[in-house]
C-alpha cells in the first residue's frame, strides 16, 4: 500500500469540509459500499464522526451487525463511481466490481480500504443510542490513511446530481485547529 499513517489528532482536517465519502462494510458475502454525505466530525480526541444511514440502506445492518466500517474520501475523478454507489445495493451488485473499485486489507477493522480514494479512515461504531431515532451511528476513528496531500478536490453534495468541488485554499489566520 502506498498509503502512510496520518495522525489521529488531525483527521478532522480531512473531513471538516464535509465531503461526500464512500462507507464500506466487510458483509457476510463480500465487502459492500455506499455513498454518504451526511456525516460530521463531532470530536477531536479520539477523533468521532456522526454517519446518518436510511434503515433502508443494506449497510446499515451491515453496520448494525459488523459495528466497523471504513470510511474513504474519494476525489473528484472518482465522481461517477461516487454516483454509481449510491444508485444501487449491495443486496443484489457487487458494487466494488461493477464500478472498479479495489478493496484492500485494513490494519485495525474487517471492512476494507477503497485503494482509489486518497484517505482512507478505520472505524468502529461507539454509540448507536441515535441509531433507532436518527439513523446516526456515532464512529470512532482508530486508523487513519492518506496518500500524498491528497484528496485535493473532494466532492459536495449540492443534491439531485448537483456536486461542488472544492479546490482553492486558503491560509487564514483562525484560532480553531
Ligand atoms: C451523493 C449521494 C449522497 C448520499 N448520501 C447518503 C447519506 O448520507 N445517507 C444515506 O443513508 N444514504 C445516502 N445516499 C444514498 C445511498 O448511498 C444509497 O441508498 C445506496 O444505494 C445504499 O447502498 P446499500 O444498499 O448498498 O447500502 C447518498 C447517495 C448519493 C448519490
Known amino acids: 500500500m502506498d498509503k502512510s499513517a496520518f495522525e489521529l489528532g488531525r483527521v478532522h482536517q480531512l473531513l471538516e469540509p464535509g465531503p461526500v465519502l464512500l462507507l464500506a462494510t466487510a458483509g457476510t458475502q463480500r ?13 477531536f480526541d479520539p477523533p468521532l464522526v456522526a454517519c446518518v444511514l436510511s ?9 448494525q451487525r459488523d459495528g466497523e466500517c ?4 474519494p476525489g473528484a475523478e472518482l465522481a461517477s463511481q461516487v454516483v454509481g454507489c449510491g444508485n444501487c445495493s449491495g443486496r443484489d ?11 484492500r486489507p485494513a490494519e485495525r477493522v474487517a471492512a476494507p480500504l477503497i485503494d482509489e480514494c486518497d ?59
Open 31 to 43: 465487502p459492500n459500499v455506499m455513498t454518504l454525505s451526511w456525516q460530521t466530525m463531532v470530536a
Open 55 to 63: 434503515a433502508r440502506d443494506f449497510s446499515f445492518a451491515a453496520l
Open 70 to 73: 471504513t470510511l474513504n474520501i
Open 93 to 103: 451488485t457487487d458494487k466494488f466490481t461493477a464500478f472498479g473499485l479495489t478493496p
Open 119 to 177: 484517505a482512507s479512515l478505520e472505524c468502529r461504531v461507539v454509540d448507536s443510542g441515535m441509531v433507532a431515532r436518527y439513523g446516526m451511528f456515532i464512529v470512532e476513528v482508530v486508523r487513519a490513511w492518506r496518500r500524498g496531500n491528497g484528496p485535493e478536490r473532494m466532492l459536495h453534495h449540492a443534491g439531485w446530481g448537483v456536486f461542488r468541488v472544492s479546490e482553492e485554499t486558503l491560509r487564514l489566520p483562525s484560532a480553531m485547529r
